[in-house]
């Protein structure tokens, strides 16, 4: 699954009773359903009963994953978080991006 198609994900395209996923307007305009492994299931339902929880009685986006805003997740926001992590937790060096020196 490629970051922008997980990023684009819509509540409506999780399907955790069955354990599927349904990738819209792929590169090549198509969908496609993507089969969900039990424990990532489980996660996912447990974040979609969570986020529903969260943001009931109020406005939020269509998407499956948003920011405290209710907003869709940024996507450079998301990417930058993405390698502080992996460089802390040792999977990449200070330096293995050259738009992200360490910080942390």
């Not at 490629?2 to 969908?31: C, H």
């Not at 339902?45 to 805003?69: C, E, K, M, Q, T």
């Not at 450079?76 to 978080?81: L, N, P």
Request: glycine letters at 8%; proline letters at 2%.
């Amino acid at each position: 699954m490629r970051f922008g198609e997980a990023r684009n994900l819509e509540v409506r395209d999780v399907d955790v009773t069955i354990g599927v996923l349904t990738i819209r307007g792929t590169k090549l305009g198509k969908s496609r359903l993507v089969p969900l492994h039990d424990s990532t299931r489980e996660v996912l339902a447990d974040y979609i009963v969570r986020r529903n929880r969260h943001w009931a009685g109020r406005p939020v986006s269509s998407y499956l994953f948003v920011s405290n805003r209710g907003n869709r997740l940024d996507g450079a926001e998301v990417h930058w978080t993405f390698y502080a992590l992996s460089r802390r937790v040792g999977l990449r060096g200070c330096y293995d991006h050259r738009d992200h020196a360490c910080t942390i």
